[in-house]
């Protein structure tokens, strides 16, 4: 076998093995999004390039169906409407493109996952500034030590790894994770 995938495979088994210490911070982001539906509102999710398309995986799995047939869950995610994001890019700068979304859609009760691999992108930054000031539950999925983020964050899932892609991979099984938990939540 060539020994790059041998390489891969071990290392995402080991980052894999690595995230069983976050089974309670799973639990409790699952938890408290369950809240957040339970009271009757919605999921803001952003994040930039293969974050940007974790958003709308998360929001895809919970608006349609992950394994169940439940209700629709009201998520959002804040990667899709190339209107908005251009005219906001344009009219105030790439770093307030999701701050502005979560200001024109978040209120209190709501929450946001803020999704960054180097845990310091500043558009997701200000997104989650935006939803702490305005009341809004505040999820990250974070890379590296969590960065500038985490400490805005009201529970954070740090993936203590610098390989991007194995980073990604992991916030995506996180993701899975909770998906299952909160379908399991609102079927019950």
Do not use: W
């Not at 979304?101 to 997104?127: F, P």
């Not at 892609?165 to 995506?172: G, K, T, V």
């Amino acid at each position: 076998m060539n020994p790059e995938i041998t390489a891969a495979i071990k290392s995402h088994m080991a980052a894999a093995e690595k995230i069983a210490a976050l089974a309670p911070e799973i639990e409790r982001a699952a938890s408290a999004l369950s809240s957040v539906i339970a009271s009757g509102g919605k999921i803001l999710v952003c994040g930039n390039g293969g974050s940007a398309a974790d958003s709308q995986h998360i929001a895809a799995e919970l608006v349609g169906r992950f394994k169940k047939e439940r209700r629709a869950i009201a998520v959002v995610a804040l990667t899709t409407d190339t209107s908005i994001l251009t005219c906001l890019s344009n009219d105030y700068g790439f770093e307030r493109v999701f701050e502005r979304q979560v200001e024109a859609l978040g209120r209190r009760g709501d929450a946001l996952i803020a999704i960054s691999t180097s845990g310091g992108s500043a558009n997701v930054l200000k997104a989650a500034k935006k939803a702490r000031e305005l009341g809004l539950f505040t999820l990250g999925l974070l890379g590296r030590g969590g960065g500038s983020i985490k400490p805005v964050c009201d529970l954070a899932l740090v993936i203590k790894e610098t390989d991007t892609p194995r980073i990604q991979e992991m916030h995506l099984l996180c993701a899975h994770i909770i998906c299952e938990l909160i379908e399991d939540s609102v079927a019950s």
